[in-house]
């Protein structure tokens, strides 16, 4: 059976990563698309600190017999996994995007200064 602190400091740390990505979100500096991993992740880990008995069922359909909290423990870090596979798709994504814009930019930078330099000249 899962201790009975272990369960309580988990529930505690699911609702402190609940609160600090409400606050994120609040405060803008956390968009909701990118902070819904994060609530799942939070509420799962929640959810199985408070429910012990699912924890230990959970726990038993893996083989973890020993210490069940382990299991948690696993939950969280594949929560964490999908979250920087997420993150590392969406820079993926931005670094492309940003070459592109610079390579239009210098292209519009190109077509200023040698259109641009005879459309001064001929004002003079």
Do not use: C
């Amino acid at each position: 059976m899962t201790p009975l602190k272990v369960s309580i400091a988990a529930a505690i740390a699911s609702l402190l990563l609940l609160v600090v990505v409400f606050e994120l979100i609040r405060s803008r500096r956390l968009r909701e698309r990118y902070a819904l991993l994060w609530l799942l992740t939070g509420l799962v880990l929640l959810a199985l600190s408070v429910w012990r008995g699912g924890l230990n069922t959970i726990a038993g359909w893996f083989g973890v017999t020993g210490y069940p909290p382990a299991v948690l423990f696993a939950v969280g870090s594949l929560f964490i996994i999908l979250v920087l596979l997420h993150y590392s798709t969406v820079i993926s994504r931005l670094s492309d995007q940003n070459t592109i814009l610079a390579q239009r930019l210098a292209l519009l930078e190109e077509r200023l200064s040698t259109g641009g330099g005879s459309d001064r000249d001929s004002q003079r």
